[in-house]
């Protein structure tokens, strides 16, 4: 019997000798997630929220799978169409996929529940999502996405405010002003950009992606970098060799003089330079009227940058950055990205690039797969992980604020009711505590609360029970006293480490030691 | 083409004219959820897992997939081994599953960190379930679950403190005490009441088991219902009928009997009287003196009735209940269910069973599949959503507790910015506000700004403009004004209703509307 032929549900279990057993192991590119980085994700997840209420959107949530046709396919490996999601049919006959992101999945629920919504649609949204892709360091197969959208807003005051909802976010999350910065261009003007090197039309298609891919890397290849993927190509470090995009030198140099732009008012001038060094577009009659960036120019100064400064958003946040290109999915308007700007080392020191952690732009195709209207949209895009990786490196959202329990020990294992009771007496004083509930002696307990990293455990022998106390042993500072040679000072400290209260003063003694180790 | 040999990704579509378009449709036995409900979902979570956190439970994650064999499988369903489950072959070949519970993947992950984890290992995990079955009203194919378990304590006590935290989870929720009830039962003890009445053994298995069927049903049939589901059999109200165990009627009041005792104390006596009159149960030499039931009443008596009596729970909290069974799943030992027990009713004033909103038992197998030793383990699950809708019917967690944003007119298309500048000013105040972004006019926007369900509108039109003011309309208020006969008296709510402030005490004036409609 072939592995192919395996039946779901039954896994390899039947062709494998009843008394052989599965391995436990976790699938390949997915992660279990313990207490420490779930409690700083959460965290992290509330503030961010906060800030989204606080713009007026509102949650919702909708289920991990969808009908494979609905969801559609907007992954940017187009190459391989029935790759990057994980999909089933269901019994009669229907494909269903777990969700890629949570844009798809938008444009299925505003389509079916149009009649009802308010329009515009504004809605923010939390969950895992899925990619059947080749894991890899760093590349999992579900990751959290948290999204907020505007869909039916024709105005591009709309993708203004998720440029400011970005910087707002940052500065919640305690990212101080100037080491973060969202990035904003417009698909629109990069089109009229290369209408004015004359790169326009099918025939010049392939020639643009590569021109896109060649700017979008600028930050990672620096300007000569970028001359030669425009060029005839680039040979990286290892050796491999990139094919450029064999662009005529004066297009090169009208794109270089594009990328150092640093303002949508400057753009326009250069552009112009631009096209009348080329010879100007012609318009459809003939003359030279026709400048492609202009409408798309406008747009951007009146209705992203003009209320954006008005609002108080200077370039230290919000800057114009012609070499945001957004890969190459369904944006068809402003684009943006979200950079942490301070130098972020790792563990060993080593500088990091942390790439964009909030990112997104203005979609107006997407809906309309369903209703045959175009529906104008804009959405950002959190990358969860990403971002809870770059501020806990700056020291943020650590996750460590919650102590472990007190440990009640089991000194004599007829006594548990005791025990139990002193938990109850500490939970109703609303300290974290439990009773240990394994079968292992002394040693292992004191162990166990170790690992439990509580502030101290509680124990009952026989003699503390004939005086009616009980022993508090405070772990952080009991692990300390090895250390110290002065012995008064040994003495003094074994003292505080470690000591004995009438059973009725339980909980005061309790506080005593949480108080040592208040933040 | 068949439609069974459509690929995953492409879906229907490669065998559909181009321009046809995919349905919005969500799939069957899935839902999307609302604001309103998120929000209440989260608050209700947000105290179950502080009390969870008290009781010194760590939180788990785990991913949504799982390998199958690694998953197993405990659903209750067991005639259809493939079904029950969605599954999927990685390029690898390998069988996934998306995880139908949250103990499985907890008993994957504790075999596989078995070394590094504190061992008893004590962990909550909230997350969403998936079922591949039959939806129907109130079935869903999603759902959430929220989990607490401890793995490797030997020791009832775990048990207990399972009820305990159940008790204190729904006051924490706001239930009052006498409006519920944790019911607790032992499956020794089960067995032990049938090994009395003579049906040990694999002979009386299928006996055993709609006996057991049949005491589950106690609360919804009755003592004559399960009379006769003891019995011959029982016809329901529409007609059909349901075989019974054909107990003797020796056999059928035993059973009544022990259904009808209250605790574990005045079950003994009833059961040694069982056994004196069906002739004892012989021990290994043929004596009478082996009581099959003794030592887990006992067990039970000991480690979980006195325990829980000690640290304060009375029977009105934490009962003995010998009907709980727990469906016939993979519990080994102590077995518990959370039941409301104040009159529900519904909308339509109908009573509603709920059932049990937080339930669980001992499962000392589970882990036992992957290492071959038996790993001792006990767990609660809250059923979320049940939870939920039965807290929401007593008048708690409507989820209403946030208003709509204060939306800001646009009066005059080429003033987007200016109003955009009333948003930020309002935002920057903490006021949940957002410009109107779509393109109606003034009624539709009214009608949006109603929708959304803030407590005002501004606007400002020219002749504001001229005057330096914005104008502040009280939504809920201006709703009633039609509604008002007395003259004086609609010019007076009319003046509260809708009124001009100096744009520079916007914050203001909309704090006076806000004021008026705090919790």
Redesign the interface.
Known sequence: MS??A????????STRPRDS????????G??????Q???ATEAMLGTIKSVF????F?????????????L??FLPDQDR???????????D??????RYDLTAPL???F???FQQL???F?RYQTG?V?R?EKPGPGRFR?FMQFDAD?V????F??D??LC?LAA?TMEALGVPRGDYVVKVNSRKVLDGVMEAIGLQGEANASKRLIAFRAMDKLDRLGIDGVRDLLGPGRKDESGDFTKGALLTDDQIDAIVAVLKSTDFKSLGPILDQITMNSGGVPDEHGGLAHLPYEDALNEMIE?VE??VR???YGPDRICFDPSIVRGLEYYTGPVFETELTSTIKDERGQEIRLGSVMSGGRYDGLVE????ERVPATGISVGVSRLLFGLQLLGKYKGDD?P??V?VLVFDKDR???Y??MV?TL?DA?I????????SGMKAQMK?AD??GGPCVVLQGGDEKERDEVQIKDLKLGATLTAIEDRDEYLKKQAEAQFAVPEAELVAGVRKVLDRYKA
Request: aromatic content about 8%.
């Open positions: 592995k192919k395996d039946k779901p549900g039954q896994g390899s279990e057993r599965p391995e436990a192991r976790l699938p390949k997915l992660q279990d997630s313990a207490a980085e779930i409690r209420e606080l713009y007026g509102e949650p919702l949530s909708t289920p991990a799978m969808e009908y494979t046709d609905a559609g396919k169409p029935n790759a990057g999601v994980f999909s089933f049919q269901d019994d006959d229907q494909w269903l996929s777990l444009a299925r629920y389509a079916e529940n308010p329009k515009p504004r895992l899925w059947n579900q505007t039916g807003a024709p105005s005051a709309a203004a405010e400011m707002d209705q003009r209320p008005l609002a108080g797969r369903f209703t045959g919650v472990g329990p440990v548990l009711s005791d139990q009771r109850q939970r609303d974290r505590a439990e009773l240990y509930l394994g079968s166990y690992k439990r």
